[in-house]
């Protein structure tokens, strides 16, 4: 279509409201023990290297998964790949609620390591849905719309938790932690609603019936076509553009951090009781909303007007790398509030690179392998996750608070170190066909 003004038609937009909705579930399931930790730590009588373990395990499993479920969820398809992750992380997620204390540590990998394969598939399913039902222009927007959902998802956990789980007795060595296994179980019944709503609403574009053919000529709009022979994952993983992406999903490492170390870093530094978590978390992760929402939109915006998407996309991480400076100085100040707006500034930028890095693997691969290419970035984040849980556990143990200096400071170089080795690798940011070979234009 020579000019595309705004078709007839939104359901694209009640697909992205789906996806929003799975990925606040996903985020809400993985963040309750999060928002818990200081006090599962003391009941449980963990050290912090028995906690960075129960990471770990999640972790491993969440890359072992991101690299399987991608190919899978490729082969199967979006609508039946998102409930089969969707169904595995919801069970595991409510095992949690039978472990006892005499197996605790044990019980809690276990669990964490079946939510961690399980919630594996959302990314790579709802960043394959959106290259199905958005055109390139407005992929970055919708990613940004969807993506704000993990922001959801972590606001919520700690107000539930807040509201439910309390402390009996004088002193925590004397009283007992009430109601803790409450909040794994809620997460079971929310995820059977979404899967019967996916399952009545989801169609791809062109099979749905709901969808006008001036919304589809808009969702095809700067689209190749494709076949629908799948492409094996061997020719998928050795592209250099696959590792591009790749590397700059190590910067997963840093949310991870502030999703599962910030209740412990408040907690020991200003003194942040479980019931005081929610208004700093509603904070931090408000700010972050914003910053996935605006960082799609811009990348959008510049291709609107008439930017390539690789100067509209780099310009914008540039913006992302430059906000999150500030975090490194976070572990230095002694402003409970300061603190609490420079992680919250720092969650922003990373939610804004997170929606454009996103977007990265549909702008350049055809349709049918981004759910791979995801999976295989994602597996690269998780592990760069393992390596930074194992040394802050380990750090934290013997050095108390060093640790989180080192871990904001990290925080906040790691990002423009990166985008300098993704342009390295991807100068141009050429797509490429069905087959894997660049378009020429």
């Known amino acids: 279509m020579s000019e595309l003004k705004k078709p007839e038609g939104n359901y694209r937009f009640r697909i992205l409201a789906l996806l929003f909705l799975a990925t606040s579930i996903n985020y809400f399931d993985r963040s309750i023990m999060g928002v818990m ?108 719309i969807f993506n704000a959902a993990t922001s959801v998802g972590a606001i919520a956990a700690p107000f539930v938790v807040g509201a439910i789980v309390y402390w009996t007795g004088g002193t925590k060595g004397e009283g007992e932690l009430v109601n803790w296994r409450i909040p794994f179980l809620i997460t079971g019944a929310l995820s059977a609603i979404w899967v019967y709503m996916w399952f009545r609403t989801y169609k791809k574009p062109e099979e749905h019936p709901k969808v006008s053919k001036e919304e589809l000529e808009y969702i095809n709009s700067d689209s190749e076509a494709e076949s629908i022979e799948k492409l094996p994952w061997k020719k998928v993983f050795p592209k250099r553009q696959t590792w591009a992406f790749s590397l700059a999903k190590v910067t997963d490492a840093v949310w991870w951090f502030y999703l599962f170390w910030g209740a412990i870093f408040l907690a020991e530094k200003f003194g942040v009781k479980i019931k005081e978590m929610g208004l700093p978390f509603l904070v931090i992760y408000l700010i972050a909303d914003g910053g996935s929402i605006f960082g799609g939109w811009l990348s959008g915006a510049f291709i609107k007007k008439g930017w390539s998407i690789n100067k509209a996309r780099k310009l914008t991480l540039l913006i992302c790398a430059l906000v999150i400076l500030p975090v490194a100085f976070v572990a230095v100040t002694d402003n409970k509030w300061l603190a609490i707006f420079l992680i919250g500034l720092g969650a922003a930028g990373h939610q804004a690179w997170s929606a454009n890095i996103f977007t990265l693997a549909s702008d350049i691969f055809p349709k049918k392998a981004v759910a791979s290419v995801v999976g295989i970035g994602g597996m690269v984040g998780a592990v760069a996750g393992i390596i930074s849980n194992l040394l802050l556990g380990l750090v934290l143990d013997d050095a108390n608070n060093t640790g989180f200096f080192w871990a904001f400071m990290a925080a906040g170089s790691l990002y423009i170190i990166i985008l300098g080795f993704v342009h390295l690798l991807m100068p141009k940011m050429t797509p490429l066909d069905e087959n894997l070979n660049p378009i020429l234009k």
């Open 37 to 144: 930790s200081p006090d599962l730590i003391e009941w449980f009588g963990w050290t912090k290297k028995d906690y960075s373990n129960i990471l770990i395990a999640f972790q491993i499993a969440y890359a072992i998964g991101l690299l399987s479920m991608g190919g899978i969820i490729d082969r199967l398809g979006t609508k039946k790949g998102y409930i089969l992750s969707i169904g595995l992380w919801s069970v595991f997620g409510m095992l949690h609620a039978g472990i006892g204390r005499g197996f605790s540590l044990i019980g809690f990998m276990l669990a964490r390591f079946g939510l961690g394969f399980g919630e594996s598939g959302n990314f790579p399913a709802a960043i394959k849905t959106t290259a199905e039902w958005f055109p390139k222009k407005d992929r970055a927007f919708a990613t940004g």
